[in-house]
T-cell receptor
Framework: DTEVTQTPKHLVMGMTNKKSLKCEQH?????MYWYKQKAKKPPELMFVYSYEKLSINESVPSRFSPECPNSSLLNLHLHALQPEDSALYLC???????????????FGPGTRLTVL | AQSVSQHNHHVILSEAASLELGCNYS??????LFWYVQYPGQHLQLLLK??????LVKGIKGFEAEFIKSKFSFNLRKPSVQWSDTAEYFCAVNNGQNFVFGPGTRLSVLP
């Protein structure tokens, strides 16, 4: 099973709302990722969790707050977003990359976020 | 900084035409290479990957790619495209520390 699931599929929120995106995988992967993808652009890495600890934060604004409550779950908490934050938010998971190994990333279907 | 380039922004082909999408990367060390496809309205799916060994790798749906180390290239090919191959194609490179996507090539196949 190479499935990564994400909820919700679509989310519309106002600039003062607080919402959360959820991601789940049961492949035993210990690395999980959040990406942001604008239309017709490649995914841009936001955060990487390795063994449930934040290992990479690509200078993402604090209005995005990731959380990894356990090895299967990854959340992205959203607060006070701007209209330009509207995008497809993708979750991915992989084995934790170590020297000499590889980490194919498996992607979820994404959450289409619209900020009004 | 490691970068990935894809030669074409948009490719338009007729059904049964042959396809080659270019991908070049700038990193000089050992890399792992991937092609992902994103069909309209769908999520990223792995087409194929190269880690080591035979530089010609075969993926799903009749796609293959050839790793040419001397040219830092990993071009994607398919001998005969179908209308259902219409999608965005992303090359990606992993050097063990960074996973970087290319800008993508949009393929439109005309029926």
């Amino acid at each position: 099973d190479t499935e990564v699931t994400q909820t919700p599929k679509h989310l519309v929120m106002g600039m003062t709302n607080k919402k959360s995106l959820k991601c789940e995988q049961h492949m035993g992967h210990r690395a999980m990722y959040w990406y942001k993808q604008k239309a017709k652009k490649p995914p841009e890495l936001m955060f990487v969790y390795s063994y449930e600890k934040l290992s990479i934060n690509e200078s993402v604004p604090s209005r995005f707050s990731p959380e990894c409550p356990n090895s299967s779950l990854l959340n992205l908490h959203l607060h006070a977003l701007q209209p330009e934050d509207s995008a497809l938010y993708l979750c991915a998971s992989s084995q934790v990359p170590t020297s000499g190994t590889t980490d194919t990333q498996y992607f979820g279907p994404g959450t289409r976020l619209t900020v009004l | 900084a490691q970068s990935v380039s894809q030669h074409n922004h948009h490719v338009i082909l007729s059904e049964a035409a042959s396809l080659e999408l270019g991908c070049n990367y700038s990193y000089g060390g050992t890399v792992n290479l991937f092609w992902y496809v994103q069909y309209p309205g769908q999520h990223l799916q792995l087409l194929l990957k190269y880690f080591s060994g035979d530089p010609l790798v075969k993926g799903i749906k009749g796609f293959e790619a050839e790793f040419i180390k001397s040219k830092f290239s990993f071009n994607l090919r398919k001998p005969s495209v179908q209308w259902s191959d219409t999608a965005e194609y992303f090359c990606a490179v992993n050097n063990g520390q960074n996973f970087v996507f290319g800008p993508g090539t949009r393929l439109s196949v005309l029926p």
